[in-house]
DNA sequence: TCATATGTTCAATATCAATGAACAATATCG
DNA sequence: CGATATTGTTCATTGATATTGAACATATGA
């Protein structure tokens, strides 16, 4: 929810950054929304969200209900992510070697990167057999209960670690989940150590996964890739081991990123 | 390419409607833009878009190259993409029949929408085994050569049939592909016949199609799903029987659509 | 049925988005 | 390798227009 942010750099058309808030306003929380609710929450006035509005749906951007008058995102979007997803060429990479890792494993393998603080899955691989761990593409999650998150976060500064946490929070999803920041930054250390990151059961229960940063041609972690499971797939005495291959598929794709940026 | 469309409808924030305009001219034909590039196909200042863009990058909807300095669709769209598929509750109501298709022909299973005279994929779901025919969710495709676009095509007025057509063109993918005005009317008379629409290696070689239409609560048409696979397994002679059943499981979806709008 | 809330319209004003010219940095060509 | 064209970027000015508040219409709920 508190995804609405003000830019940081500068943006010169502030109309369009009322714009562009508005639309961020929808999450998967708030998928329909009324006029005054976002003019409210946003802080901007009901008739300009309501311009605003009006505009994007004679773009397609969003859809009114014709019932409730509620308003929600448009199709048009849905085909704008279609071309970042082309676009980013990650497929031609990522995937050939997800695939292997699942091959591997025989797990479902993720791939993520982090945006405005938290995660999101950018691929997903399943296992042949049917999954339990069914994830899908261009979801988002909280940095600090996700395997893929904590392996990002670990290789932040501290001060951009600090302030995604402060920013975002760390809300409890299971009884695992750590809430606690100076716990977090233990947590992180080891994962800097050992080279990997561990999810065990901290976001959903019954779930561990195993993550491994991506580096990119200058070295800098702004993706992970992980494999995820029942517990009883990766018991906590066997990850240590399992994850040794895993930092090799890991470092197969950052070797493959000179391009990525 | 000519999918940058003034709005037909009355969109009060014009400043909004260039920007939303430079988001659009992002294609997967297209994924990666400069600055002057877009201003003249646009018909806007370079200035003007210059500055869009450098607040679209400081939202996370585009952006930059540091090598090459143009632009590309940010990150951030995937999320609101994300936010569109769970919103629309398609998934829930209906993935399960979609399966229930793909478990009875075991050939991969699409679901799409009309939007702006192009289809959009907003559901697949593939055989188990390996699959030719993948396709991603989100995809756009012309609806002259695609069997859920000629399904969409058949029950649109005639009106807006032809505005479609004229506004997105024949583009010929294969030789089977419709690329007369008059064939196609012949063609989409005969889907209105029949119930179903066959797509006959016209988009891609070697892979056919059969497409029904899905009704929303006042019966109107705007949306399609289909079978599609190997031509070895979708004989011409067997697709008249074939059919059938696909028409039943599209009413039984129509049927279901009671809530969408 | 009345009261409250929510979406919508509209005219007026101050804001700020658009503009064009100039600069810097890169790419292209001779 | 140097000259030229091209592209991204900056900035001050100004005329268009986004924003605003108040009023209306419609829906919701007691």
Redesign the interface.
């Known amino acids: 929810m508190p995804d609405t942010k003000v830019?940081?750099?500068?943006?010169?058309?502030s109309?369009?950054?009322k714009?562009?808030?508005v639309?961020?306003s929808?999450?998967?929380e708030q998928?329909?929304q009324g006029v005054t609710e976002i003019a409210e929450r946003l802080g901007i006035h009901k008739s300009t969200v309501y311009?605003?509005l009006?505009?994007?749906?004679?773009?397609?951007?969003v859809q009114q209900?014709?019932?409730t008058r509620r308003y929600?995102?448009?199709?048009?979007?849905?085909?704008?992510?279609?071309?970042?997803?082309?676009?980013?060429d990650l497929r031609r990479v990522v995937v050939p070697v997800m695939e292997r890792v699942r091959d591997y494993y025989r797990e479902a393998v993720h791939f993520a990167?982090e945006?405005?603080g938290q995660v999101?899955y950018?691929e997903t691989v399943q296992p042949?057999e049917r999954s339990v761990a069914s994830l899908?593409?261009?979801?988002?999650a909280y940095m600090h209960c996700t395997g893929v998150g904590k392996a990002i976060l670990a290789h932040m500064s501290p001060e951009r670690m600090h302030a995604v946490i402060s920013e975002q929070g760390m809300a409890q999803y299971t009884q695992n989940t750590i809430t606690d920041l100076a716990e977090l930054e233990i947590e992180l250390e080891k994962i800097r150590r050992q080279g990997y990151a561990v999810d065990n059961m901290e976001y959903e229960w019954g779930i561990r996964c195993i993550a491994v940063p991506i580096r990119n041609e200058i070295g800098v972690v702004h993706a992970s890739m992980s494999i995820s499971g029942p517990s009883e797939r990766l018991p906590l005495e066997a990850i240590a081991e399992m994850a040794q291959p895993l930092m090799h598929f890991g470092a197969d794709i950052s070797k493959r990123f000179g391009w990525l940026?």
Chains 1, 2 share one sequence.
């Open positions: 830019p940081d750099k500068k943006a010169p058309v109309s369009l950054v714009a562009l808030r639309l961020d929808f999450s998967l998928p329909e311009n605003i009006t505009t994007c749906e004679a773009m397609g951007y209900d014709p019932h929600r995102l448009g199709l048009h979007i849905l085909r704008l992510g279609q071309v970042v997803r082309e676009g980013m990167v945006l405005n999101v950018l042949l899908a593409v261009g979801k988002s940026r």
